[in-house]
């Protein structure tokens, strides 16, 4: 076995000089105690994801159940940051505010509906109206049974997309689902910005 080597003098001294540069990672106790206690840095509101119920092994699943982690999609656009004016907003939710120009996309595929949408948008833009309604149908509960679930209301889902992708995203101003009188939750307010 060998012996542990002995610290010369010269070691020992450029030790000392090393340790009286430095700090100390953690302070002693003694000095946490008295210092002024610091108020925890406030913590964003985050929205709880829902449980996920139990399972066992042989269970037997209701297939038609909702299993959608995320929120809904009403819950979302909601959570979306206001552009456009505070007060005409509160106005437009209440559906105080009558919508220039309508469309329809009702009973269309997803095929049909996205060239009518960009049309309609384009040219309500170049018409300068600032509110239009785009009606989308609230969709029908329907599941094919394969492997990769059907949303609920493949429009409804997919219009938002578009409207926040080019050539439409730099028209949009606000995307909000409309008030009962224009649709509820089957139709968007869609505010576009001033283009002249």
Do not use: N
């Not at 542990?4 to 105690?33: C, F, G, M, N, Y």
């Not at 108020?39 to 909702?66: E, L, M, N, S």
């Not at 509960?141 to 730099?170: C, E, K, N, Y």
């Amino acid at each position: 076995m060998k012996k542990p080597r002995h610290v010369s003098a010269e070691e020992q001294a450029l030790w000392d000089v090393v340790a009286r540069r430095t700090e100390p990672l953690h302070k002693p106790a003694a000095k946490l105690i008295r210092a002024a206690p610091r108020k925890p840095d406030p913590q964003p509101t985050q929205t709880k994801p829902r449980p996920i119920p139990a399972f066992r092994i042989g269970a037997v699943v209701d297939h038609r159940a909702d299993h959608d982690l995320l929120p809904s999609l009403g819950q979302q656009i909601r959570a979306a940051p206001v552009q456009m004016d505070q007060k005409a907003f509160v106005r437009l939710r209440r559906g105080k505010l009558k919508p220039e120009a309508r469309v329809d996309l009702h009973g269309m595929t997803v095929a049909q509906a996205h060239p009518v949408l960009t049309g309609f948008i384009l040219r309500s833009a170049g018409a300068g109206h600032r509110l239009v309604l785009v009606i989308t149908g609230k969709g029908k509960h329907r599941d094919d049974g394969g492997p990769i679930p059907t949303r609920f209301g493949v429009l409804r889902h997919q219009v938002p997309q578009w409207l926040s992708m080019a050539p439409l995203g730099g028209l949009v101003m606000q995307i909000t689902e409309s008030h009962i009188r224009h649709g509820g939750q089957g139709a968007y307010y869609v505010y576009l910005r001033r283009t002249r």
